[in-house]
């Protein structure tokens, strides 16, 4: 079983930086894949950034040259540091994994419980 736990969410005035960090337990074998989605009140959830296993990174259109995605393949964490926080970019934050448990295992995909993010003064 594999199981992904969100931490570093909170209450941030605008313009402030938060750091988020996601760790994978359980049977891991690898992570090709992982990222970070948000869902915004009366919203629908949408991909923030994301990190394959080559260290290439995507970044939404709204949140470049503010936010940035990691990962540390030896702690299986990944992270998202979000500087110049705005208002708008209030949400649940959810990390997401494409993980092999097993050499005999396919990649599955895995989901956080999420962790809230709240911009404002």
């Known amino acids: 079983q594999v199981q992904l736990e969100e931490s570093g969410g909170g209450l941030v005035q605008p313009g402030g930086s938060l750091r988020l960090s996601c760790v994978a337990s359980g049977s891991i074998l690898a992570i090709s894949r992982s990222g970070w989605y948000r869902r915004a009140p009366g919203k629908s959830r949408e991909l923030v950034g994301d990190?394959?296993?080559?260290?290439?990174?995507r970044l939404a259109d709204s949140v470049k040259g503010r936010f940035t995605v990691s990962r540390d393949n030896g702690r299986n964490t990944l992270y998202l540091q979000m500087n110049s926080l705005k208002p708008e970019d209030t949400a649940v934050y959810y990390c997401?994994?494409?993980?092999?448990?097993?050499?005999?295992?396919?990649?599955?995909?895995?989901w956080g419980q999420g962790t809230q993010v709240t911009v404002s003064s």
């Open positions: 997401n994994a494409n993980v092999r448990p097993g050499a005999a295992d396919p990649y599955m995909n895995f």
């Open positions: 990190i394959d296993a080559g260290g290439n990174i």
